[in-house]
C-alpha cells in the first residue's frame, strides 16, 4: 500500500459503520476504495464474491488460499472486514461465513458495469466552454499553486520562493498550522518535523495528507464529513481537461471548490462560473499514477532537477553541491546546511554541528536528513556503495543524539498471559505479520503497533477448559 493510500486508509478506519453505510451508496466511492485501498489478495477475493449470491464458508474461502500464505490472507481479511467490506455471518449451529456488505458490493457492481442515474461519477457539461483551459494549463495551474503551498511552508529560510501570482488564503494557512506542519510565531514561519516528512512525501501522498487534516475540521466548517468525502473519492474518478457542471453539486461540495482551488486540486475561471476542472492532482486521487510527478506528466516534482534526476553531491568534508536553480530546492536544502555560495545553476554549502542542531530544533530527525540526501543524490553518487559517505551519515546521527536519549513509539502492550504457550502463540503471530516492536519472554509481555489482527488471532483460538 502506498504512502498516500496509508494516510487515507487511517482515516477511514477510524469512521463508524453508519458512515461507511452512506459513503457506499456512491458507486464512485466503492470503486475508489476497490481500486486504491485494497492489495490485491484482497481485490481477488471481492471479485471472487461479487456476484455470489450467497455466504461464502470461511472453509471455502480458505480453500482458494495456500496454507504457506496465512499472513497475507489474514491482512486482506482484517483489511475488508476494517474498510467494513467484508462481514462475518454467524448462524447458531451452523458453520462461520463470509458476505460482501450491502450497499458496497451493489455499488461496486454498479460502477463495473454502468447504468443508473446516481450522477456519482460527475456531469460533464454539455455545452462548449467559451475559454477552454488545456490539459497544460491546468497543469501549470496545479504545479504554481501547490509550490506555493510547499514555499509557505519552508519559509523559515528567509527566501522568498512564492510565485508573485499565487495568493495563498488564510484558510490554507490555518489548515497548515492546524495539521502541525508549520509553527507560526508572529510573521515567521517554521516548518516542523511532521512538515519536513510532508516535504519528503510524493505529490499524491501529500495531497492526501491535506485533505485528511481538512475531513478533520470539517465539522467546524459546518460541512457534512460524508458528502466531503464522497466528493472527493468522486473527484479521483473524473477525467483530466473535461469540464464537469456544477449544478448537481451541493452546498457543500460547492464550498469545497473553492478551498480545494486554494491548493491547486480543481480550477474555475471564477466563483461565479457554472463549470469546474480537475486538475491532476485531483484525477490521480484514487490512482496509482503519479501526480505531477515528472515533466511528462505535467510538472517536474518540487523535490527533483528537471530531468527526474538527483541533483546533490556530498563529500567526506560535509561539503554539500546541488545542480539545481529551483528556490524550493534550495529552501528545503537550507533548513539543515549553511549555503556558502550560489551561481546561476547551482548551490555549494556545508552541514555543521549549528545547522544540523538547528533542524532538529525545528523538529527535523536525522533519519529525515539522511533520507532526503539519499533519495535526491546525483547519479555520480549512485555509483557508490553506500550512496552517501558513512562518516557524514554518521556525523548527522551524533549531532542530531547530542541532545536525545529516547524514541517514542505508539502502539499496544499485551501482557498477563498464564503459560509460556499462551505467550508464544500470538507473540510469534505478531512478528509474522510485522506489527511486533518489542517483546520479553521471562516477563511475556510484547507491545505492537496494531491490535486488530492479534485481538482476531486471540479470539479465534480454541478455549481451553479450566
Known amino acids: 500500500m502506498s504512502g498516500s493510500s496509508l494516510r487515507s486508509f487511517d482515516y477511514l478506519e477510524g469512521l463508524p459503520g453508519t458512515v461507511f453505510n452512506r459513503l457506499y451508496q456512491q458507486p464512485s466511492t466503492a470503486l475508489a476504495i476497490f481500486r486504491r485501498m485494497l492489495p490485491h489478495l484482497a481485490k481477488s477475493l471481492v471479485m471472487a464474491m461479487l456476484y455470489i449470491s450467497y455466504p461464502l464458508p470461511v472453509s471455502d474461502l480458505e480453500s482458494w488460499i495456500r496454507p504457506d500464505n496465512r499472513k497475507e490472507r489474514d491482512h486482506a481479511l482484517s483489511l475488508l472486514e476494517r474498510l467494513h467490506v467484508l462481514t462475518t455471518v454467524t448462524n447458531p449451529g451452523q458453520p462461520r461465513t463470509y458476505a460482501l456488505t450491502n450497499p458496497f458490493a451493489s455499488s461496486l457492481r454498479q460502477a463495473l458495469t454502468g447504468g443508473g442515474n446516481h450522477k456519482s461519477f460527475g456531469v460533464p457539461c454539455n455545452t462548449p466552454d467559451k475559454d477552454l483551459v ?101 473527484l479521483g474518478s473524473l477525467e483530466l481537461g473535461q469540464d464537469y457542471s456544477k449544478a448537481t453539486l451541493t452546498p457543500t461540495q460547492l464550498q469545497m471548490l473553492e478551498d480545494l482551488g486554494d491548493f491547486g486540486i480543481v480550477y474555475q475561471s471564477s466563483p461565479t462560473s457554472t463549470r469546474f476542472y480537475p486538475t491532476r492532482l485531483a484525477t490521480t486521487l484514487t490512482s496509482d499514477a503519479g501526480a505531477l510527478r515528472s515533466a511528462s506528466a505535467g510538472f517536474d516534482n518540487a523535490l527533483r532537477s528537471a530531468d527526474g534526476k538527483g541533483f546533490i553531491v556530498i563529500e567526506t568534508n560535509y561539503r554539500i553541491y546541488a545542480y539545481t536553480s529551483s528556490q524550493l530546492q534550495i529552501a528545503i536544502l537550507q533548513l539543515f546546511i549553511k549555503l556558502k555560495t550560489r551561481y546561476p545553476n547551482m548551490v555549494a554549502g556545508k552541514i555543521t554541528r549549528e545547522s544540523i542542531r538547528r533542524a532538529v530544533g525545528m523538529g527535523i530527525t536525522s533519519e529525515q536528513i539522511i533520507s532526503f540526501l539519499s533519495t535526491h543524490a546525483h547519479p555520480q553518487m549512485r555509483k557508490n556503495n553506500p550512496v552517501l559517505p558513512p562518516t557524514v551519515v554518521d556525523q548527522i546521527r551524533l549531532w542530531q543524539i547530542e541532545g536525545e536519549r529516547m524514541k517514542a513509539t505508539v502502539g499496544f502492550l499485551f501482557k498477563d498471559f498464564v503459560s509460556a504457550a499462551e505467550f508464544e502463540g500470538p507473540c510469534k503471530y505478531a512478528e509474522e505479520i510485522g506489527v511486533l516492536v518489542w517483546k520479553n519472554e521471562a516477563r511475556r509481555m510484547f507491545f505492537v503497533t496494531r491490535h486488530e489482527q492479534i485481538a482476531a488471532y486471540l479470539r479465534s483460538r480454541p478455549k481451553k477448559g479450566g
Open 134 to 234: 488545456s490539459i497544460p494549463q491546468l497543469d501549470e495551474y496545479a504545479r504554481k499553486q501547490w509550490e506555493g503551498v510547499l514555499g509557505y511552508m519552508v519559509g523559515s529560510t528567509g527566501l522568498s520562493i512564492v510565485d508573485e501570482g499565487v495568493k495563498l488564503s488564510h484558510g490554507v494557512k490555518t489548515l497548515l498550522q492546524a495539521g502541525g506542519l508549520v509553527k507560526v510565531r508572529g510573521k515567521k514561519v517554521d516548518i516542523t518535523k511532521e512538515g519536513f516528512a510532508f516535504i519528503l512525501q510524493e505529490v499524491n501522498a501529500q495531497v492526501w495528507t491535506v485533505l485528511v487534516y481538512y475531513l478533520d475540521n470539517a465539522e467546524q466548517l459546518r460541512m457534512d464529513s460524508v458528502d466531503v468525502l464522497s466528493f472527493l473519492f468522486m
